[in-house]
């Protein structure tokens, strides 16, 4: 591995201040996450945080995850969200100057609390400070795990580093833990909108300053079965020599299948893509950009109308009813803007989480021919790197 890296240093900085007993310099442990801070809140909430709080976030270090998911966390290492930090905040050239400057920020401030460490940073409080501790990790997609009061303490209990191994945890211990760590905020296997959802927060940029500056609105070919069955996938909870095709920890407690898994994640990822885009389209007031975003929102609307054509449900039949009338002034910016299309960001999150919870994706079979047009996605580092033919 590269050393001199920012990750490495931020590790080592990192274990150090963990190693240390708690002074009072020491930044306190993060708080729990209130309800409102996460996806699984109430969408229709104002207010809510488009990132995981800092303050909540531990770190892929700190929080110890390699300790009892060491595949996870190597297959992570290997990923382009790991390098993001090291790409795109820690040198001041090309692009991200050109980017950071447009919206006038440091260089220091890149690596600290900056928007573009939202995207391409993990957050955290260090020592009082918001410091970025790695690229986009666990945290950026699990929920922030919040030191002593948050997920991550109750997540842990049952393990065979532990005195009491996973396979002697009892039935009605699993469920109240599981039941305790979604209050607090984590966004687990079964959530599949959720998750899509959180790949969304940062896979689609709703800044217009920084789209006007060249940065791309969204990741163009972002598909949501696609994008995490390549670099991404990390199914290694029963057997850490296997990268399972479907979250192995859920298809035990599920019995559940990869190819119906993987229709709901499609229907599910294109209403999270949607929502995002909706949300970003009514906090834009750049003439410039609109359009930009108009058209992803046809283009999402038209991906719909094929797949409803294909596999009709009354979720996503509602969905294109509430899009279909919007499109003639989707691209030209209306007083009423925000209001009418966070509704109906509001509706497609809505019909989206009805639509997970009553499909088991067995009725969908005709969508099979449309998912495997995008093969699992991997960056161009991530092939040069390691599946070079
Ligand atoms: C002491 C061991 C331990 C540590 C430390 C730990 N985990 Fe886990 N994790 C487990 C066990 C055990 C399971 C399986 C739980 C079960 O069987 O319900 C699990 C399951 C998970 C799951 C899958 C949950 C689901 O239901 O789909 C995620 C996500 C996860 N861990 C993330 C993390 C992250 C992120 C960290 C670090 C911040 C972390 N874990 C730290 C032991 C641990
Ligand atoms: C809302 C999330 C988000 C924010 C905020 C964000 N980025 Fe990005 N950025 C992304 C994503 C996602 C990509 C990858 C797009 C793709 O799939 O090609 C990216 C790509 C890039 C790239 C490589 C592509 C290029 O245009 O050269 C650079 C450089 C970059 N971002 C710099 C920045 C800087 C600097 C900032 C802050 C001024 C910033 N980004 C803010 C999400 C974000
Ligand atoms: C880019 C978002 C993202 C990041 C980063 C991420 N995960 Fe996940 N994780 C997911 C998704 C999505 C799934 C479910 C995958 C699926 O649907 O096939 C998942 C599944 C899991 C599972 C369940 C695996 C199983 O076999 O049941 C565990 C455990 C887990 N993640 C732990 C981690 C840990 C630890 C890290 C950090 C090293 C991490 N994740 C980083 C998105 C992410
Ligand atoms: C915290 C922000 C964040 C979250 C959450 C996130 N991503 Fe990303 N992702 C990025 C950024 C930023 C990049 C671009 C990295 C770069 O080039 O600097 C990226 C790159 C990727 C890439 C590599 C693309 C390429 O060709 O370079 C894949 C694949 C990917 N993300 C999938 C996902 C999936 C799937 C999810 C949700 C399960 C997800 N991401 C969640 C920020 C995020």
């Not at 002593?148 to 469920?175: I, K, M, V």
């Not at 009709?312 to 003639?328: C, F």
Request: a neutral charge; glycine letters at 8%.
């Amino acid at each position: 591995m590269r050393t001199g890296t920012l990750t490495a240093a931020i590790i080592s900085a990192v274990f150090l201040a963990a190693s240390v007993p708690h002074s009072d310099s020491q930044a306190q442990p993060p708080a729990p996450a209130p309800a409102s801070d996460t996806a699984t809140g109430d969408d229709t909430a104002a207010g809510q945080s488009p990132h995981v709080d800092p303050q909540n976030v531990m770190g892929v270090f700190r929080g110890d995850c390699k300790k009892c998911h060491p595949s996870e966390v190597a297959a992570w290492m290997k990923t382009t969200h790991y390098q993001s930090s090291d790409l795109r905040l820690l040198s001041f050239k090309g692009n991200t100057q050109k980017y950071a400057e447009a919206l006038k920020i440091s260089r220091e401030d890149l690596l600290g609390d900056s928007l573009c460490a939202d995207c391409h940073g993990t957050k955290s409080v260090v020592n009082g400070e918001v410091k970025v501790v790695s690229g986009v990790s666990c945290e950026s997609c699990h929920g922030a795990s919040g030191g002593e009061g948050g997920w991550l303490s109750r997540h842990q209990s049952y393990h065979d580093s532990q005195p009491l191994p996973r396979n002697q945890e009892t039935p009605e211990h699993r469920a109240a833990r599981i039941a305790d760590c979604e209050a607090a905020g984590m966004i687990r296997a079964p959530d599949i909108f959720n998750q899509a959802q959180m790949c969304f927060r940062c896979h689609v940029v709703s800044n217009g300053d920084l789209i006007a500056a060249g940065h791309k609105m969204s990741s163009a070919a972002f598909e949501y079965v696609a994008w995490s069955e390549g670099e991404v996938r990390h199914n290694f909870l029963l057997d850490r020599t296997q990268n399972a095709k479907a979250p192995s920890l859920w298809q035990e407690m599920t019995n559940g299948s990869t190819e119906n898994r993987r229709r709901i994640k499609f229907v599910a990822g294109t209403l999270a893509q949607l929502e995002a885009m909706l949300r970003a389209r009514a906090e834009m007031k750049n003439p410039v950009v609109i359009p930009q975003i108009g058209g992803g929102i046809a283009a999402l609307n038209g991906k719909l109308a094929q797949l409803n054509a294909t596999a009709p449900t009354a979720e996503v039949g509602a969905i294109t009813g509430i899009i279909g009338p919007m499109l003639a002034t989707l691209f030209a910016p209306l007083p009423d803007d925000k209001a009418k299309y966070n509704k109906a960001a509001d509706d497609v999150a809505r019909h989206a989480r009805h639509f997970v919870a009553s499909h088991d994706g067995s009725k969908l079979a005709p969508l099979d021919t449309m998912i495997n047009l995008a093969p699992p996605h991997f960056s161009q580092q991530f092939r040069q790197k390691y599946l070079r033919e």
